[in-house]
């Protein structure tokens, strides 16, 4: 069995396509990270396609913002107005199924969380090397998969290991050791790398490969631009940034 980690897809439904394609014969099933909707123009196409095709989804702080868990009085001016206006954009159907996501899922030997597993609630986030080890201590299995930074990140530990990787590719978990993994943005990404980022997560071979996709960012780009969302939110996903 092998999964796709998403996260992060922010109503890009050009960036959601383009990974959906490219991991269609690379995995069995496939595992949402949260925020689904925000800063992009087609939030209720993205809450669709999750839910059809994710076998897990957690919520992430967007998801707690457009379904009033969040005050919006949390989020900087420009997430405040995407989130105002993505709430107007999702039915009250695809509202109660954002608002029923549950902040932690266990899978097998992994726990998804969006934010820090430590305090899923507290909407902490994992980007410095201390960040993520400090995570490890509250985690009860060999892996952690979270996202909400944007930035892919892994952050491992073991016997006489304790190794912090800002740029992951590939990973293979020895027996013994335990690790976070931040699979990245697939609709915003804020690395540099404007290419959408997922990853894939093989248990047997206790293997985390983080991929990029191109997408077609023009397209998404014009979108929020037409919906009157923020022009910052549409030029970011040019740089990635
Ligand atoms: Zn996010």
Redesign the pocket.
């Known amino acids: 069995m092998r999964y796709a980690l998403l996260?992060?897809i922010?109503g890009n439904l050009e960036a959601l396509a383009a990974v959906l394609a490219d991991c269609r014969d690379r995995v069995d099933a496939l595992l949402c990270l949260?925020?689904v909707v925000?800063?992009g123009a087609d939030p209720a196409a993205c809450v669709q396609l999750v839910g059809e095709r994710c076998q897990a989804v957690v919520a992430?702080?967007?998801e707690a913002a457009v379904t009033g868990r969040l005050d919006l009085a949390w989020f900087n001016p420009y997430a405040r107005v995407a989130a105002e206006w993505t709430r107007r954009q999702l039915s009250a159907t695809e509202r109660a199924w954002l608002a029923a996501l549950p902040l932690v899922l266990t899978v097998g030997e992994a726990t998804l969380a969006?934010a820090s597993p430590a305090a899923p609630e507290a909407w902490d986030y994992l980007v410095g090397p201390e960040d993520g080890f400090a995570a490890l201590g509250a985690l009860s299995t060999p892996w952690g998969f979270v996202?909400?930074?944007?930035l892919p990140r892994a952050w491992l530990t073991g016997p006489g290991r304790r190794d912090w990787m800002p740029q992951p590719g590939e990973l293979v978990l020895e027996p013994g050791c335990r690790c976070i993994v931040n699979v990245g943005?697939v609709g915003?990404p804020r690395d540099g790398d404007p290419r959408a980022a997922y990853a894939i997560w093989d248990p047997e071979a206790r293997r985390i490969v983080v991929r990029r996709v191109p997408y077609d960012v023009a397209a998404a780009r014009r979108k929020i631009v037409e919906a009157g969302l923020p022009r910052f939110l549409a030029d970011r996903l040019v740089e990635g940034r």
């Open positions: 996260s992060d922010h949260g925020d925000g800063y992430g702080n967007h969006h996202g909400h930074s944007h943005s915003q």
